[in-house]
């Protein structure tokens, strides 16, 4: 009888589940060059001219977009060509501006030269032209024009205390450019009554009439006694003594 044997049967094993690799959740960086989005951030940078020449102390032509345009400095003065320290103040405008290039900002349109005001600051510096003009007493502050401008009254004050440029003689500036210095004007043809009433001689003979109608010349020895007026062209009775308006003495 054979024997019945059971065989194991040897069932292989599971074959391992593949591994997902985990995914960063990072984005993926662009490098920098690659990048052509514009910087936001930056401040567009201010347009630069050049000074094609200098006429006058803080007064200069740049060529803007192929006009030449005349500007100003705003808020500073300078000596006027006949004013001592003309000189000085426009090789100072030529140092400053013909140096180097500048940027420019308009404070005003037009003044009363048909000029543009501008502000202006040279590349590279960090002082304006017109304060630093102030500081250095090369021109004074137009206070009316800034409305009294806070660095440019404090760089007067230091320039007034240290007696610089046209510090050294302010009245030379002062008596021309102030109109209370200057004198009223005095009419040449006052009225016939102030005349009268002041006794100015006018054109011609001015006569005394006195209060009994007798005239009298200059002179006389009534003239301007008691009661009467000046008179040019009088009426009444000549005096017997100075002959009146014919002045032919005594009779």
């Given at each position: 009888?054979?024997?019945?044997?059971?065989?194991?049967?040897?069932?292989?094993?599971?074959?391992?589940?593949?591994?997902?690799?985990?995914?960063?959740?990072?984005?993926p960086t662009i490098p920098a060059e690659t990048s052509s989005v514009p910087d936001s951030t930056k401040a567009p940078k201010a347009p630069e001219y050049e000074v094609l020449r200098v006429l006058s102390p803080g007064v200069f032509d740049i060529m803007v977009e192929g006009f030449q345009v005349r500007f100003r400095a705003w808020g500073v003065g300078f000596?006027?060509?006949?004013?001592?320290?003309?000189?000085?103040?426009?090789?100072?405008?030529?140092?400053?501006?013909?140096?180097?290039?500048?940027?420019?900002?308009?404070?005003?349109?037009?003044?009363?030269k048909n000029l543009k005001l501008v502000d202006i600051l040279p590349v590279g510096s960090q002082t304006t032209f017109s304060r630093q003009a102030i500081l250095s007493g090369h021109g004074w502050h137009l206070e009316k024009e800034t409305n009294r401008y806070g660095p440019f009254t404090l760089a007067q004050m230091k320039a007034k205390r240290m007696v610089l440029g046209v510090w050294r003689t302010p009245l030379a500036y002062t008596q021309a450019d102030d109109a209370?210095?200057?004198?009223?004007?005095?009419?040449?043809?006052?009225?016939?009554?102030?005349?009268?009433?002041?006794?100015?001689?006018?054109?011609?003979?001015?006569?005394?009439?006195?209060?009994?109608?007798?005239?009298?010349?200059p002179g006389c020895a009534f003239y301007r006694k008691g009661r009467g007026l000046i008179s040019n062209t009088p009426q009444g009775y000549d005096c017997r003594i100075c002959g009146g308006r014919n002045g032919k003495g005594t009779r």
């Amino acid at each position: 009888m054979l024997a019945h044997f059971s065989v194991a049967q040897t069932v292989p094993p599971p074959s391992p589940l593949p591994v997902t690799p985990k995914v960063s959740p990072e984005k993926p960086t662009i490098p920098a060059e690659t990048s052509s989005v514009p910087d936001s951030t930056k401040a567009p940078k201010a347009p630069e001219y050049e000074v094609l020449r200098v006429l006058s102390p803080g007064v200069f032509d740049i060529m803007v977009e192929g006009f030449q345009v005349r500007f100003r400095a705003w808020g500073v003065g300078f000596p006027k060509r006949d004013q001592p320290g003309y000189r000085e103040a426009l090789r100072f405008t030529e140092q400053q501006l013909l140096a180097s290039k500048v940027n420019l900002k308009t404070k005003q349109e037009f003044d009363l030269k048909n000029l543009k005001l501008v502000d202006i600051l040279p590349v590279g510096s960090q002082t304006t032209f017109s304060r630093q003009a102030i500081l250095s007493g090369h021109g004074w502050h137009l206070e009316k024009e800034t409305n009294r401008y806070g660095p440019f009254t404090l760089a007067q004050m230091k320039a007034k205390r240290m007696v610089l440029g046209v510090w050294r003689t302010p009245l030379a500036y002062t008596q021309a450019d102030d109109a209370s210095a200057t004198p009223m004007p005095k009419p040449k043809l006052p009225g016939a009554l102030f005349r009268q009433q002041q006794g100015i001689p006018t054109a011609g003979i001015s006569y005394w009439v006195s209060s009994l109608g007798k005239v009298h010349r200059p002179g006389c020895a009534f003239y301007r006694k008691g009661r009467g007026l000046i008179s040019n062209t009088p009426q009444g009775y000549d005096c017997r003594i100075c002959g009146g308006r014919n002045g032919k003495g005594t009779r």
